[in-house]
């Protein structure tokens, strides 16, 4: 489903990732953990060429990812969560989940709403779909956020960091909506703090620390036995 | 003296050829109104190209924002109306007053349009991008709608300078406002009531956009101060045109997460 190779990511003279390789399988949930700088965000958003890698490719589906045609292929292929939930402002709710279904999907108005309906029930915020975003709390906008990325039917969602900008008391709202979503047969990638989600949820974890991957391995495994001493320090500064 | 400047008889001298003030009245709203449709085209056009990805045509842009910024409006319509003709190109004189004031009215409106796209949070781009838009569709749909409000007053504020920089036509002859009542008061000798009635008349079309403009700016400040600062990051779109040599620190250390005040687990 998602493959890259040696995918390396500079910014000026800082390497952010040195030689990237890996693959993540349909349907599977894949957590990327890893120190503050690491890049783990910057991998994540060189999965749908937010970043375009300095070296190293990237296939979707088999596909190779361009500058040409990046558009194109993420716009049938992955969705995105933000940190920042980038809601349009300027939209209420409802238009902020059709948007991306009418304007490029050719789905007709009527049936994205319909659409639109059905993921705001998954996210439970069905009453609020004419509000404006600026009116909600940051965990509902996070779920209109992850509404808007199932509402493209594609089978990979991107998160990145989508819980670190809420209110602890907001938390685990979005983490029980990504739960319940891990159950379907999305492809999930999710940069994440959350340990608990992380466990609960994962095929497998990746840790990242300097641009590398330093360990990964299914949740119990690595939460257990960690391999590396760069991930046993790691972990025992999160896990107390 | 002042009684001979504003004589009564001369303000009925001017009252009994206002029509004359009329027509330029229309010609000047005539052209104000098309070279304002010409500057928000060219404006929109190059304000969008450059806050773009491409420095090719960033350049350009700046190039003719710089050009028109920094070289007086009378020398640029003496150039169409003096030096063109020479190369075969003669226009009609209102033509020529439409395209030079909105030529020129365009590069300030670009930079207005510039600025309010630079406000809009780079995360919006990013998400219309993460969702497939193209980028001139996510330009559209999503950046432009959202700078509206913003860049109103000062647009306004340029449409109010595009229609005094129209009397510019006086001095080749365009038969607008201006110029009916410089060569109505030459003739007539009403110097004092011909240019105040043209100033009036100016005043009334201007004056209502001015006010509106503050209006709007001031209903602006108001609506940001009620609202409760977003919890969004305001990373300004401009980040996101950074090329790998221009890459600041603090840029990068945002991008990489390194950020030191970011929250970590």
């Not at chain 1, 994962?202 to 590396?228: C, S, Y």
Request: aromatic share 8%.
């Amino acid at each position: 489903m998602i493959r890259m190779e040696h995918v390396s990511k500079s910014f000026g003279n800082l390497e952010v990732l040195k030689d990237i390789s890996l693959q993540v399988a349909e349907g599977e949930k894949l957590v990327i953990i890893g120190p503050s700088g690491s890049g783990k965000s910057t991998l994540v958003r060189c999965i749908n060429f937010l970043e375009l890698p300095t070296s190293g490719q990237v296939y979707i589906d088999g596909q190779q990812l361009t500058a040409k045609n990046r558009t194109k292929v993420v716009r049938n292929s992955s969705s995105m969560v933000f940190q920042q939930f980038n809601l349009y402002p300027h939209m209420t709710v409802l238009q902020n989940i059709t948007l991306a279904p009418t304007k490029l999907h050719h789905v007709p108005g009527k049936q994205a709403e319909e659409d639109a309906f059905k993921y705001l029930d998954i996210v439970g915020l069905r009453e609020k779909a004419h509000d404006y975003p600026a009116t909600l709390s940051g965990g509902q906008q996070q779920r209109v956020a992850i509404a808007r990325a199932l509402a493209t039917h594609h089978k990979i969602i991107l998160f990145d960091e989508p819980t670190s900008a809420l209110d602890p008391e907001t938390v685990q709202e979005v983490l029980d909506v990504m739960i319940r979503r891990s159950k379907e047969n999305i492809t999930m990638v999710v940069v994440t703090h959350e340990m608990g989600f992380a466990r609960m949820v994962a095929d497998r974890i990746l840790f990242i620390d300097e641009g590398t991957i330093v360990e990964e391995g299914p949740p119990d495994q690595f939460f257990e036995n960690p391999k590396n001493e760069r991930t046993k320090s790691f972990l025992g500064k999160i896990l107390r | 003296m002042w009684t001979s400047l504003f004589a009564p008889a001369k303000w009925q001298r001017l009252f009994r050829n206002l029509p004359v003030f009329g027509e330029g009245f229309l010609i000047t709203l005539q052209v104000a109104a098309l070279a304002l449709l010409l500057a928000l085209l060219v404006g929109i056009i190059l304000g969008v190209v450059s806050s773009g990805p491409s420095k090719i045509l960033r350049g350009i842009a700046r190039v003719y924002v710089e050009f028109f910024q920094n070289t007086p409006l009378v020398i640029q319509i003496f150039f169409y109306f003096n030096a063109l003709p020479y190369i075969g190109i003669m226009l009609p004189v209102k033509t020529l007053g439409v395209l030079g004031v909105g030529f020129y009215t365009g590069a300030y409106i670009s930079e207005v349009v510039r600025t309010g796209i630079l406000s809009i949070p780079i995360g919006q781009m990013e998400a219309a991008q993460s969702q497939g838009f193209p980028y001139l569709q996510a330009m559209r749909t999503i950046i432009l709608p959202q700078t509206i409000t913003i860049v109103l007053p000062p647009l306004t504020n340029q449409a109010v300078n595009l229609i005094k920089n129209t009397s510019i036509l006086a001095i080749i002859a365009g038969g607008d406002l201006m110029y009916r009542a410089d060569s109505w008061a030459n003739s007539s000798l009403a110097y004092g009531p011909a240019y105040i009635c043209a100033g009036f008349l100016y005043f009334v079309l201007c004056f209502p956009l001015s006010t509106f403009a503050r209006h709007m700016e001031e209903k602006i400040k108001k609506s940001q101060n009620q609202r409760p600062e977003p919890p969004t990051v305001n990373k300004p779109i401009k980040e996101q045109i950074r090329t790998d040599e221009d890459v600041s620190l603090s840029g990068l250390l945002r991008i990489s997460g390194m950020k030191p005040t970011r929250k970590e687990a």
